[in-house]
């Protein structure tokens, strides 16, 4: 039954399917006010309606911990409001080859850190996340609860023979994605198994049309669909992909995992803590042995081992469980619990 009582103003500049996924398990328990922010040119207007909306609230619940994250529990702190923040990746790193990171100043290194410090609790996506913010950053990391995603066990699940098909997924080939998600390195790696066809979806952009025309004649583009769509592309793959230089929790390769895909991925950020042992891992950037890895991957039955690890750790509902417990701890109500 939703907690008429308690009342969240969540935070966030989309809403990416895993942004839903949070506000549909928050509204099934409290009453929730969505506020999006769009950028520092509005800053101004969001800021106007945060105060507005903060007398109104009990918790403020930023996704990212980007200028909308520093504003919130800034203004939460000003008015004796309690503050989650969720990490998801680029906030806390700062990777200059490939341009990926929110810390690229003082000034915004100085917004993250006040940030993390003073939110009442920090939820970054992986362990990997909290590390690289009391390295990179220096917060003190005590207010730190590692809460991963979660995945709908029912709805991401195998059916029919798997076929020899590589895939990797990302939802814009832009020239930044394409650096950090390894896209050149998956399409050169291709042309050394030229038995398997290689995917890749994601919404086409000029500049991953320049790289279509140069991939090999085994590797197809095709433009990122909704996820019933999705489905039936991870159910038909043998193999899929995660060879980034830096990810949160990569949901794409957890929903692939459970669709009983054979996971190839890097030893980066939080990479590992979603593959574990179910796998093959690769150097980033490195095509020759990523194409052996995939040649590994096309040729194990790993599939069921990777569908069980993600149905083990992270099914939906200890998401659920962990954010409804926070949320009450939070505000004192420890007698609430949500198993």
């Not at 942004?19 to 520092?40: M, S």
């Not at 895939?167 to 930044?176: A, F, S």
């Not at 803590?273 to 796998?279: K, L, Q, S």
């Not at 991957?297 to 993600?310: M, V, Y």
Request: aromatic share 10%; charged share 30%; glycine share 6%.
């Amino acid at each position: 039954m939703k907690n008429k009582k308690i009342k969240i103003l969540y935070i966030c500049f989309n809403l990416s399917s895993f942004v839903r996924r949070d506000l549909d398990i928050l509204n099934k328990h409290f009453e929730v006010k969505f506020l999006k922010y769009n950028g520092i040119k509005s800053v101004i207007l969001f800021l106007y309606s945060l105060l507005k909306e903060i007398r109104k609230t009990d918790v403020v619940f930023s996704r990212f911990a980007s200028t909308h994250a520093f504003l919130a529990v800034l203004v939460s702190k000003i008015f004796r409001k309690r503050s989650i923040v969720v990490i998801g990746s680029f906030e806390v790193v700062n990777i200059p080859e490939i341009n990926y990171g929110f810390a690229k100043s003082w000034i915004t290194k100085a917004m993250l850190k006040f940030t993390l410090n003073y939110a009442d609790k920090v939820l970054p996506v992986a362990e990997a996340l909290k590390q690289d913010a009391i390295k990179n950053l220096g917060v003190r990391g005590d207010n730190f609860h590692v809460v991963h995603n979660g995945y709908e066990i029912k709805k991401w699940k195998p059916s029919g023979e798997k076929e020899n098909i590589v895939i990797t997924v990302c939802e814009d080939l832009t020239e930044l994605v394409m650096k950090r998600k390894g896209i050149e390195t998956f399409i050169n790696a291709a042309k050394y198994v030229p038995d398997a066809r290689f995917i890749v979806i994601g919404r086409r952009t000029d500049e991953s049309k320049e790289l279509e025309k140069k991939a090999p004649r085994n590797v197809m583009f095709i433009d990122f669909m909704p996820q019933e769509e999705l489905l039936k592309y991870y159910q038909k793959a043998k193999v899929y992909c995660q060879l980034s230089r830096h990810e949160g929790h990569p949901n794409a390769l957890s929903e692939a995992m459970l669709c009983e895909c054979v996971p190839v991925g890097t030893k980066c950020g939080g990479i590992p803590e979603v593959i574990g042992d179910t796998g093959f891992y690769v150097p980033y950037g490195d095509a020759e042995a990523t194409a052996e890895a995939i040649k590994k991957a096309l040729n194990s039955d790993k599939g069921k081992e990777a569908r069980k690890r993600i149905e083990t750790l992270f099914p939906l509902e200890r998401r659920e469980a962990t954010l409804f417990n926070i949320v009450h701890k939070l505000l004192g109500d420890e007698h609430e619990k949500l198993s």
